[in-house]
C-alpha cells in the first residue's frame, strides 16, 4: 500500500492532481491539509478560529495545530490504508512528525511528487481557480471550467473563490512556499524519493506519468472518510 506525498507550490495543481486520482483510481484516504483546516473554520471550532487568521494573510499556521488535525485523522483512518498527502507537510518540522508517525504504523512514504511549475502560471491558476463548497473539487474557469458555469461536475454543489485567492495574499504564500517550504525537496530527493513532474504540461500526459509512477491499482479499496 502506498504512502505518497504531493509537494509543490500553490497552485502547483496539487489539489487538481488529488481530484483526478480520486476519479481515475479512488481509494486513498486523502490528507489535504488545508481542505480540513477551511472545514475547522467552516464549523467554527476553536482549531478554526485558531487557523483562520494565518490563513487569510497567507501564513503557515503553527506546526503543532497542523500535527495535531493530521494526528485526528490517522487515528481514524484504516492503518492499512493507502495514504495521499497534499499540502502536508509544509516544514521541516512536519516531515519529521510524519515520519515518526508513519513509522509508529509500520508505514514509510513510498514516493513524493513534485509538481514543478513556473511562477508566472501560479497566478493565472489561482486567480482563476474555483472551489467546490460541498465536495471540495477545484476547477479553473478557463483550463478546466465545470460543465455548467459556477456548480460542480462532481456533486452538483456550488463554486466559490478562496479568500486567499487574490494577488496579495498569494504572493505570500508563494514567498512563505520559498521560504519554509522549498527545501523539503532536497530532503526528500536525497532520500531517493523525489519523483519531480512539469506541471505546466497538459493535465492528461501528467496524470499518465503520475499514475504510472504510482502503478496500477495501487491505491488500494475506498476508504470511509476519503477525499475530506
Ligand atoms: P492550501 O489549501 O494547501 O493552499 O492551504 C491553505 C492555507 O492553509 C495555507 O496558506 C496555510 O495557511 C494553511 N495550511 C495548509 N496546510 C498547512 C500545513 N501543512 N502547515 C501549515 N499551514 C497549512
Redesign the pocket.
Known amino acids: 500500500m502506498k504512502v505518497a506525498l504531493l509537494l509543490g507550490p500553490?497552485g502547483s495543481g496539487?489539489?487538481t492532481v488529488a481530484e483526478l486520482l480520486r476519479r481515475a483510481q479512488g481509494g486513498y484516504v486523502h490528507f489535504?491539509?488545508?481542505?480540513m483546516?477551511?472545514e475547522e473554520v467552516k464549523n467554527g471550532s476553536d482549531v478554526g478560529h485558531e487557523?483562520e487568521p494565518?490563513?487569510k494573510r497567507?501564513?503557515?499556521?503553527p506546526?503543532a495545530l497542523?500535527i495535531h488535525i493530521v494526528e485526528q485523522r490517522l487515528e481514524m483512518g484504516d492503518a492499512e490504508a493507502a495514504y495521499l498527502f497534499?499540502?502536508?507537510?509544509?516544514?521541516l518540522i512536519?516531515a519529521d512528525l510524519l515520519d515518526e508517525s508513519l513509522a509508529q504504523r509500520g508505514r514509510t512514504i513510498d514516493v513524493v511528487i513534485y509538481l514543478a511549475t513556473l511562477r508566472e502560471v501560479i497566478l493565472q491558476r489561482l486567480t482563476g481557480r474555483r472551489v467546490c463548497k460541498e465536495c471540495g473539487a477545484s476547477f479553473h474557469i478557463i483550463n478546466i471550467p465545470p460543465a455548467v458555469e459556477g456548480i460542480c461536475d462532481t456533486c452538483g454543489g456550488e463554486l466559490y473563490q478562496r479568500k486567499?485567492d487574490n494577488e496579495e495574499t498569494i504572493a505570500n504564500?508563494l514567498d512563505?512556499y520559498n521560504r519554509q517550504t522549498e527545501s523539503l525537496i532536497a530532503r526528500y530527493e536525497e532520500k531517493g524519493l523525489l519523483f519531480s513532474v512539469d506541471s505546466d504540461q497538459g493535465l492528461e500526459s501528467l496524470m499518465a506519468q503520475i499514475e504510472k509512477r504510482l502503478g496500477a491499482g495501487s491505491a488500494g479499496s475506498p476508504q470511509a472518510g476519503a477525499d475530506a
Do not use: S
Not at 32 to 35: L, R
Not at 58 to 61: K, S, W
Not at 86 to 91: E, H, V
Open positions: 500553490p496539487k489539489g489535504a491539509t488545508g481542505d483546516l477551511r487557523a494565518y490563513m497567507g501564513e503557515l499556521v506546526d497542523i497534499d499540502g502536508f507537510p509544509r516544514t512536519q486567499d504564500r512563505v
